[in-house]
């Protein structure tokens, strides 16, 4: 199965670290998205990529937060100086931009700042 | 931001029951979507659709794009067990530029299902 794969599952952190989570979209997929969902709400989106390029950014990504698509491939996405209020699952998504667009979910990388 | 209005919030209903639920906005959308997603995990694709008063099926699962493009609905017939989960609708909306990058989600209906 080639779904979208993310890593880690789980992250624990201290407050006021760094984290990195990888995305790794379904292989034929040219678009990548991030969100972050708390409990009890949907997912929200975060950012959006067309191959490599980054073509949007949500509000709600700080200027904490990046996301990077190098080669047009996996995605990470950095939270600098963690916060309590980080804590969440960040979701990562792919689609094929052609036909109808429908994006796939990983399992997503649950994170906890202490 | 652009909500979607899920009811009911939760359902607690017998093995074998049938269940409805609903997602409604006050935006028009070009495509609905229905997810459902188990601890831990995230969300799977259960059915899409695209134009308005579009019905489509999954299995035991049936939706409909509302005619007024601002609601749809999902039912699932006989349930079971492993029905246990939330279900989310989700779209982009139409004043995104239509295109489909930028999904809304609704908080869901929590679904349980008593054996």
């Known amino acids: 199965d080639t779904g979208v794969s993310q890593d880690p599952r789980h992250k624990i952190t201290k407050r006021g670290q760094n984290v990195t989570f990888r995305c790794d979209p379904i292989s034929e997929h040219n678009r990548l998205y991030w969100y972050r969902q708390t409990l009890g709400q949907g997912p929200e989106f975060l950012t959006y990529?067309?191959?490599?390029?980054?073509?949007?950014k949500s509000r709600l990504l700080s200027d904490r937060f990046s996301a990077e698509r190098p080669k047009g491939s996996f995605s990470t996405l950095e939270i600098q100086r963690t916060e309590q209020g980080d804590s969440a699952m960040y979701l990562c998504a792919s689609s094929w931009r052609g036909g109808k667009n429908i994006q796939y979910f990983g399992a997503g990388t649950r994170l906890s700042v202490l | 931001g652009q909500q979607l209005n899920q009811s009911p919030q939760s359902m607690f209903i017998q093995e074998g029951e049938d269940v409805s639920m609903n997602c409604t906005s006050s935006s028009i959308f070009n495509t609905w979507l229905w997810y459902k997603q188990d601890p831990g995990e995230g969300p799977v694709l259960l059915i899409a659709?695209?134009?308005?008063?579009e019905l489509t099926s999954n299995g035991r699962l049936t939706a409909q794009f509302g005619t007024t493009r601002k609601d749809s609905f999902l039912n699932i017939s006989a349930s079971i067990p492993s029905d246990v989960g939330i279900y989310f609708c989700a779209g982009p909306p139409l004043h995104s530029g239509g295109s489909n990058y930028k999904l809304t989600f609704g908080k869901g209906t929590l679904l349980t299902v008593n054996p």
């Open positions: 990529f067309q191959n490599e390029a980054q073509l949007e």
């Open positions: 659709l695209y134009k308005a008063g």
